[in-house]
């Protein structure tokens, strides 16, 4: 079992950064990759970003892709995300989320476990 907690979401204007973490607890997190997920109004929850166990793998929405930065530290058992040049568009609310031996890194279904969420807003 994995028990995940985000944070860092806020208010912030459009081009600006915040820096979102996902702390985790129970044991073999190490093992688990890791996604970040988010979800506006009215709206189905979309793919963010994803990376492996080990940290050696990202991948990212074409919609974030070279604004976000995804990272891991299995010793802190933490997963920041770094947004940057965010966009209003980038309003929702973000969700951690931790999957075990299933390859759809872009699936909400891959992913048995996830945090309560952290709401991001971006003003224009």
């Known amino acids: 079992q994995v028990q995940l907690v985000e944070s860092g979401g806020g208010l912030v204007q459009a081009g600006g950064s915040l820096r979102l973490s996902c702390a985790a607890s129970?044991?073999?997190?190490?093992?688990?990759?890791m996604g970040w997920f988010r979800q506006a109004p009215g709206k189905e929850r979309e793919f963010v970003a994803a990376?492996?166990?080990?940290?050696?793998?990202?991948n990212y929405a074409d919609s974030v892709k070279g604004r976000f930065t995804i990272s891991r530290d299995n010793a802190k058992n933490t997963v920041p995300l770094q947004m940057n040049s965010l966009k209003p568009e980038d309003t929702a609310v973000y969700y951690c989320?931790?999957?075990?031996?299933?390859?759809?890194?872009?699936?909400?279904?891959?992913?048995?476990?996830w945090g309560q969420g952290t709401q991001v807003t971006v003003s224009s």
């Open positions: 129970g044991r073999f997190f190490s093992t688990y990759a």
């Open positions: 990376i492996s166990w080990s940290g050696d793998s990202t």
């Open positions: 989320a931790a999957r075990l031996g299933d390859n759809r890194y872009w699936s909400t279904a891959a992913y048995g476990y």
